[in-house]
Structures are given as structure tokens and as C-alpha cells.
């Protein structure tokens, strides 16, 4: 198992730069989730890792030694493709064993080897059939078993459970984990699904148009977003944003959304460091931070609903407050209808304020 | 739907089967007329209407690998009694085996030509198949400067019908020696070939993701041990399929073969029509000549019908 390190690292394919300076630490042992949209370098970054790409620019280190001049093969890592890519003319054994054959182990050695793993995975009983006869789930178990056969430094997942279905995907995401977990392996795990990110992710390096947007723990990506990127794109139901107004007197401020003239009160301790930065902020507020009442209390502010997201466990009920819409979290069957009045507050501690022209989240220091 | 067909849908398929039948007349129908001259004798091979039942007899194939020569009168019963039975078929059909001093019957030059047409054929389709799965490999897998115009190059050599180069070829082959020999031909019909294989193989090359060679790389091969030991077996339908339209192309190949062999290096083709002899033209030898050089085709295709089936490597990627 082994630290990775990339340093500098620049990448373009042509004229487009797809990789834009990133420096980036993977612990030993650690399990590193690459988040972003498609098209957002995280599978080049990858690649490059595993020597399936070169790098324009820039180093990369396996346990301290410098790998980007290195062949793939040469640097002790395993891949897990979104395809899986089992080889079809070999059954589930052989494709198992087929990176043991590029090491010269001895047939014992290696019948033990791909026996274990295959117990490991409970695929002891598909070993003699071919990938075609497998399900999905079975291919990225084999696909995974291939991986870890041989022991190698560093495991690489670039959206192994992608192609599978929904129920089968959260299957084999708390498997992923339960592997992690026993084995202790360096992982590194490409996704553009939130949840699996959150999910499994000791850190999570989201990414956006080639460059690093934030490196951190799934709670921390999540509460304290570093900009308007991460805030949007992390989380479901979205964040709410909206163009803020502040106006301060007497200790308190009142944020004015959008253009009306309804507006929140914030201790003003929360948004004293926002004063300097001048016009052009933004407020963001998960679903959850936004409370609905029946009825009017201090601090809430009338407004109708407009469309109600019954999802079971709870509701997502939009509402429209001047000219902006607002997305609230609600206990299922809160609101009975749409164009039904209901006062709302968001909770000031859980908001976000972000800078318009840079998009930067703007802190105090708590 | 599975089990319920319309009315319509029962029409076409029938139809369609119908058509099937059709084509497989039209097509069998001239290998049936060869197979049959090929063992008929020789005063039933073109009779009007044509003979289709009669005694199949092997004198055909007695005279093609033989030396004869015309008789003009009946040999005596004692002569007869005392030759071997395929010399005895010879002399039913008026002619007489030509024997040379030893009284070692004389044969004819079929057998070698025939071996020369497998030599060169198998030769030659090696030659182009390899050469034309690594060049496509190359020009599939790797960033080749002008890719689109070296790939147009490559087809352009089989713009101009062949025999158009025919004269000039023969003037440069006997000015480097090349003329009539086996290594000759093996070049000429190997670069007659590599073209078609090289489009045909980057066709299939192409179907074949590039992950599974990624995952090899990465499992600790070289691009040489992944190419031979991932990329080689899952081009096994294009390989087989490319061979066989190399090895038709090869092996029936007349015109170059008249040109540039008349011996030592002939093929069957040119041969074949020289064995028409003189006087009444004797069709049956033609005929069994013709049959015999069909096999090897019909046997080869029949070998790789496996291979050319696609749909082995179906469904063990997702997309």
C-alpha cells in the first residue's frame, strides 16, 4: 500500500488543457473519491495515474518514487474500468489469474491467489464461466477481483459501478467499502455521483473544468463548500442561491433576497466580515436549512407554494418569494397543495455566502 | 410477440426463404455441372441434352495426372488384359499412357501446380494477414501523422485493375530474377493483398476496446504481450475472415500467374486450361482439374466457419 502524489501536474490533449496544475496527496491507506461533472479531467487524472495517459507537465510519485516516465505496467497499481473490461475469451479464473501470469508466480501460488479472492468476492462458483454469462453485478466483482489479486500498491476505480442499476449500485457501493475497510487499500475512485462519494469517500477532490475545487472530508465538502461550485453541485436536492442585499442597523442585519423586499434577520455577528466585500453576494441555503410554518410566527415571512416533490421519506416543496424560487425541505405532507400560503425562515447559522464575480465562499473565522 | 406472427410477417419469411433457395440453385448449379463432368466419361460430357444419370467413372482424373497420347487403332486383348486397371480406362477412352524408357508411366505436371498453389496461396495469405493486422493494430491504436491519407494510400494500390501493370511487372521480375519462381508470386499476391487486409483488419480492430488492452498494460504486460495475448485472440473473427478472402483471392488468381510463371512456379490456374488436348477437346480432364483445385477453398472456409460467425466477444463489455 503507498502514498501517491501528484505535483504540478498539467495535461492537454491538443490545444485543450484538460488537467489544469493540480497538486494533490493520497494517503496510504486512504480511500480519495474524484467528484466532478463529465469532462472534468477526473478520469485523465486517473489515467495519468495509472500510466494509461502521460502527463504534459509535472511529477508523479508512488511511495516517494517518480512513476511519470514509468510504463503502466511498471507501476504496481490495478484499474477498475467503468466497462470492467473482462477479457471474453477467458473464463472468470483466468481473467482473475491473468496478472499473476505477467509476474511468473508458481501454479500453486497462484491457484491459492485467485481462490482466495474469489472467496473474498463470493465468485467461487462462477470461476469456470465465461464474462458473457455473468450479470452485471458479478462482472464488477470479477473486474474488482482481477484488481486486488495482486496485492498491488494502489487501487484505481474510475466509475466501476456506473453501469449497473440503481439497486444493485448501492449493493456493490457498501461492498466497495467493506473491501476498503478489510483491506486497507489505497483507493482511488472516480464518480460523478455525489452520493457514492459521500458515501465512501474518506476525502473527496471535486473537480471542475480541469481544476481542483476543494479537497476534504464528505462533511466538510458539504458544510462548508468553498465555493459556488461545490456548493451547487454537492448535495440533493440542490442549494438554494439567490443575489443577496444586506442591510445592517443596530446589531442586526436584515438579507434582502432578490430583488423584493422581503428579507431574513441575521445576527449580525455572522455577517460582520461581509461588509468589505461590497455588492455582489450571493447567499446559499440547503433545502434542509429552510423551515416552513402553518402559521405566522416572528421572523417568518409569508409566501405560496408552488410545486410539492413528494419523495416518500420527506418532501421537497418549492415556493416563490418575490422574484426568486426557494426549494424547503418538509416532513411528507406538510403542504397538502400547490399556491397554499405558508410562512418560511431560513436558519441563519447553516448559510452560505459566496462572492458573485469569483464565486469564493465568504468566511468569518469560527 | 415471440411465438405470434402475422399473417404478413409469415408471407415475408416464407418469401424470403423461397429467394434463399432460389440463390443457392443458381449458385450450386455450376459446382454441380463440374463435380458431375468431372467423373463422367468422355463421350457423356457434352451430350445435348446434358446427362445427369450415368456411371461415375475416375478416368478423368487418370488422364489429368497422366501424359497420353492419341491411339490410332484399338490396342490387342493382351495388352489390355495385361495393363493396370487406370491404364485400362485410358484405352476405353482411345487414348494410351505415355511411358518413358523405363516403362514409368509419365506424369503430368498437375500435382506439382498444385502444390505450388497451395505453397503461394498459404504463403502469401500468412504474409498479408500478419503484415495487415499489425499495420492496422498500429493505425488503429496510435497517432499516425496523416493517418487519412497514409489509410487512402493504401487503397489507392487497388485502384488500378492489376493486369494494367501486368507487362511492366514482368519486365522488372525477369530483370531481378524473380520471374517464375515461388518467392515471386508470394510477393505479388501478398501485395496484392495487404491493402484489403490492412481495411479490413483496422475495421475490426477498431470494434475492439481499447480497455481490454488497457487493463493488460496495467496488469503488468507490455503492449506486445497484451497485443498477442488480449488483441489477437478477440480479432480472431476479422483474422479468419480476412484470410479467407486473401486466400481466395491467391489462389484463383489466373491472369499474373499465366505472365509471370511458365514452369517451375506455375499455379493450377494456368495449367488447368492447357490440359484441353489436342483434337476433340477432352472436358472431363478440365472438369476433374477443376474440382480437385475447388477443395482447398471449400475446405478452408469450411475450417474457420466458427470463426466467421461473429458474436463470440458479444456482451462481455458495457457500455
Known amino acids: 500500500m503507498a502514498q501517491i502524489e501528484l505535483k504540478n501536474v498539467q495535461k492537454f490533449f491538443g490545444p485543450v488543457q484538460v488537467i489544469k496544475d493540480m497538486n494533490l496527496t493520497i494517503n496510504d491507506g486512504e480511500f480519495v473519491v474524484m467528484l466532478g461533472q463529465s469532462g472534468c479531467g477526473k478520469t485523465t487524472t486517473l489515467r495519468?495515474?495509472?500510466?494509461?495517459?502521460?502527463?504534459?507537465?509535472?511529477?508523479?510519485?508512488?511511495?516517494?518514487?517518480?512513476?511519470?516516465?514509468?510504463?503502466?505496467?511498471?507501476?504496481?497499481?490495478?484499474?477498475?474500468?467503468?466497462?470492467?473490461?473482462?477479457?471474453?475469451?477467458?473464463?472468470?479464473?483466468?481473467?482473475?489469474?491473468?496478472?499473476?501470469?505477467?509476474?511468473?508466480?508458481?501454479?500453486?501460488?497462484?491457484?491459492?491467489?485467485?481462490?482466495?479472492?474469489?472467496?473474498?468476492?463470493?465468485?467461487?462458483?462462477?470461476?469456470?464461466?465465461?464474462?458473457?454469462?455473468?450479470?452485471?453485478?458479478?462482472?464488477?466483482?470479477?473486474?474488482?477481483?482481477?484488481?486486488?489479486?495482486?496485492?498491488?500498491?494502489?487501487?484505481?476505480?474510475?466509475?466501476?459501478?456506473?453501469?449497473?442499476?440503481?439497486?444493485?449500485?448501492?449493493?456493490?457501493?457498501?461492498?466497495?467499502?467493506?473491501?476498503?475497510?478489510?483491506?486497507?487499500?489505497?483507493?482511488?475512485?472516480?464518480?460523478?455521483d455525489q452520493i457514492e462519494a459521500m458515501s465512501l469517500a474518506d476525502r473527496i477532490v471535486i473537480m471542475h473544468d480541469g481544476l481542483l475545487q476543494q479537497i476534504g472530508a464528505p462533511d466538510e465538502v458539504y458544510l462548508k463548500p468553498a465555493n459556488l461550485f461545490v456548493a451547487e453541485f454537492v448535495g440533493s436536492p440542490v442549494m438554494?442561491?439567490?443575489?443577496?442585499?444586506?442591510?445592517?442597523?443596530?446589531?442586526?442585519?436584515?438579507?434582502?433576497?432578490?430583488?423584493?423586499?422581503?428579507?431574513?434577520?441575521?445576527?449580525?455577528?455572522?455577517?460582520?466580515?461581509?461588509?468589505?466585500?461590497?455588492?455582489?453576494?450571493?447567499?446559499?441555503?440547503?433545502?434542509?436549512?429552510?423551515?416552513?410554518?402553518?402559521?405566522?410566527?416572528?421572523?417568518?415571512?409569508?409566501v405560496e407554494t408552488t410545486n410539492i416533490e413528494p419523495l416518500g421519506s420527506h418532501d421537497i416543496v418549492d415556493i416563490r418569494l418575490g422574484d426568486i424560487s426557494l426549494r424547503a425541505r418538509t416532513e411528507s405532507g406538510f403542504v397538502s397543495g400547490e399556491g397554499q400560503q405558508v410562512w418560511v425562515k431560513i436558519d441563519p447559522a447553516q448559510a452560505h455566502f459566496f462572492d458573485r464575480s469569483s464565486g469564493l465562499a465568504l468566511r468569518g473565522q469560527s | 410477440m415471440a411465438g405470434i406472427r402475422t399473417r404478413q410477417e409469415v408471407f415475408f419469411n416464407r418469401a424470403a426463404i423461397a429467394g434463399v433457395m432460389v440463390a443457392l440453385f443458381i449458385m450450386l448449379v455450376p459446382?454441380?455441372?463440374?463435380?458431375?463432368?468431372?467423373?463422367?466419361?468422355?463421350?457423356?460430357?457434352?451430350?445435348?441434352?446434358?446427362?445427369?444419370?450415368?456411371?461415375?467413372?475416375?478416368?478423368?482424373?487418370?488422364?489429368?495426372?497422366?501424359?497420353?497420347?492419341?491411339?490410332?487403332?484399338?490396342?490387342?486383348?493382351?495388352?489390355?488384359?495385361?495393363?493396370?486397371?487406370?491404364?485400362?480406362?485410358?484405352?476405353?477412352?482411345?487414348?494410351?499412357?505415355?511411358?518413358?524408357?523405363?516403362?514409368?508411366?509419365?506424369?503430368?505436371?498437375?500435382?506439382?501446380?498444385?502444390?505450388?498453389?497451395?505453397?503461394?496461396?498459404?504463403?502469401?495469405?500468412?504474409?498479408?494477414?500478419?503484415?495487415?493486422?499489425?499495420?492496422?493494430?498500429?493505425?488503429?491504436?496510435f497517432k499516425v501523422k496523416g493517418e487519412d491519407d497514409w489509410m487512402f494510400f493504401i487503397l489507392s494500390t487497388r485502384m488500378l485493375p492489376p493486369v494494367v501493370v501486368a507487362i511492366p511487372m514482368f519486365l522488372m521480375y525477369r530483370l531481378v530474377g524473380l520471374h517464375d519462381t515461388h518467392i515471386g508470386l508470394i510477393i505479388l499476391y501478398t501485395a496484392f493483398n495487404l491493402s484489403f487486409s490492412v481495411w479490413l483488419m483496422k475495421g475490426f480492430i477498431d470494434e475492439i476496446p481499447r480497455e481490454y488492452e488497457e487493463a493488460a498494460l496495467v496488469d503488468g504486460?507490455?503492449?506486445?504481450?497484451?497485443?498477442?495475448?488480449?488483441?489477437?485472440?478477440?480479432?480472431?473473427?476479422?483474422?479468419?475472415?480476412?484470410?479467407?478472402?486473401?486466400?481466395?483471392?491467391?489462389?484463383?488468381?489466373?491472369?499474373?500467374?499465366?505472365?509471370?510463371?511458365?514452369?517451375?512456379?506455375?499455379?493450377?490456374?494456368?495449367?488447368?486450361?492447357?490440359?484441353?488436348?489436342?483434337?476433340?477437346?477432352?472436358?472431363?480432364?478440365?472438369?476433374?482439374?477443376?474440382?480437385?483445385?475447388?477443395?482447398?477453398?471449400?475446405?478452408?472456409?469450411?475450417?474457420?466457419r466458427n470463426h466467421l460467425l461473429r458474436g463470440m466477444s458479444f456482451g462481455a463489455i458495457r457500455k
Open chain 2, 31 to 141: 459446382i454441380y455441372w463440374i463435380t458431375s463432368t468431372a467423373f463422367k466419361p468422355r463421350n457423356l460430357a457434352t451430350t445435348i441434352p446434358p446427362t445427369v444419370i450415368f456411371t461415375p467413372e475416375i478416368s478423368p482424373f487418370v488422364k489429368l495426372f497422366t501424359k497420353r497420347s492419341q491411339l490410332r487403332d484399338p490396342v490387342s486383348q493382351e495388352i489390355y488384359d495385361a495393363a493396370p486397371w487406370w491404364e485400362q480406362m485410358v484405352f476405353d477412352g482411345g487414348q494410351k499412357v505415355v511411358r518413358s524408357n523405363k516403362g514409368v508411366v509419365r506424369r503430368s505436371g498437375y500435382g506439382q501446380r498444385f502444390v505450388n498453389s497451395l505453397i503461394i496461396a498459404i504463403t502469401s495469405t500468412f504474409l498479408a494477414v500478419s503484415m495487415g493486422t499489425l499495420t492496422a493494430y498500429g493505425f488503429s491504436r
Open chain 1, 240 to 302: 438554494n442561491v439567490a443575489d443577496v442585499v444586506l442591510e445592517t442597523s443596530g446589531g442586526q442585519t436584515r438579507v434582502r433576497l432578490g430583488r423584493g423586499d422581503a428579507g431574513f434577520h441575521f445576527p449580525a455577528g455572522l455577517t460582520n466580515h461581509l461588509r468589505e466585500t461590497g455588492a455582489g453576494i450571493a447567499l446559499g441555503i440547503r433545502p434542509e436549512a429552510v423551515s416552513l410554518q402553518h402559521d405566522a410566527k416572528d421572523g417568518y415571512i409569508p
Open chain 2, 221 to 304: 504486460y507490455t503492449r506486445m504481450q497484451a497485443f498477442f495475448k488480449i488483441v489477437l485472440p478477440e480479432a480472431m473473427t476479422g483474422i479468419a475472415a480476412t484470410a479467407v478472402f486473401c486466400f481466395i483471392t491467391a489462389w484463383n488468381e489466373y491472369a499474373f500467374a499465366l505472365i509471370m510463371t511458365n514452369r517451375r512456379a506455375q499455379t493450377a490456374p494456368p495449367f488447368i486450361p492447357s490440359q484441353i488436348g489436342s483434337g476433340l477437346p477432352d472436358w472431363t480432364v478440365i472438369a476433374a482439374g477443376t474440382f480437385l483445385f475447388l477443395l482447398p477453398v471449400a475446405i478452408f472456409t469450411f475450417l474457420l
Open chain 1, 48 to 192: 495519468a495515474i495509472a500510466g494509461l495517459e502521460t502527463v504534459t507537465s509535472g511529477e508523479i510519485f508512488i511511495d516517494g518514487v517518480a512513476v511519470h516516465e514509468k510504463k503502466a505496467a511498471d507501476r504496481d497499481i490495478a484499474f477498475v474500468f467503468q466497462s470492467f473490461s473482462l477479457y471474453p475469451h477467458m473464463n472468470v479464473y483466468e481473467n482473475i489469474a491473468f496478472p499473476l501470469r505477467a509476474v511468473g508466480m508458481s501454479n500453486a501460488e497462484r491457484d491459492k491467489a485467485v481462490k482466495e479472492v474469489a472467496e473474498i468476492l463470493q465468485i467461487t462458483a462462477l470461476l469456470d464461466r465465461r464474462p458473457s454469462a455473468l450479470a452485471g453485478g458479478d462482472m464488477q466483482r470479477v473486474a474488482i477481483g482481477r484488481a486486488l489479486v495482486r496485492r498491488p500498491k494502489a487501487l484505481l476505480m474510475d466509475e466501476p459501478i456506473g453501469a449497473l442499476d440503481a439497486k444493485l449500485r448501492e449493493e456493490m457501493r457498501s461492498e466497495i467499502k467493506r473491501l476498503h475497510i478489510s483491506r486497507g487499500s489505497t483507493s482511488v475512485y472516480v464518480t460523478h
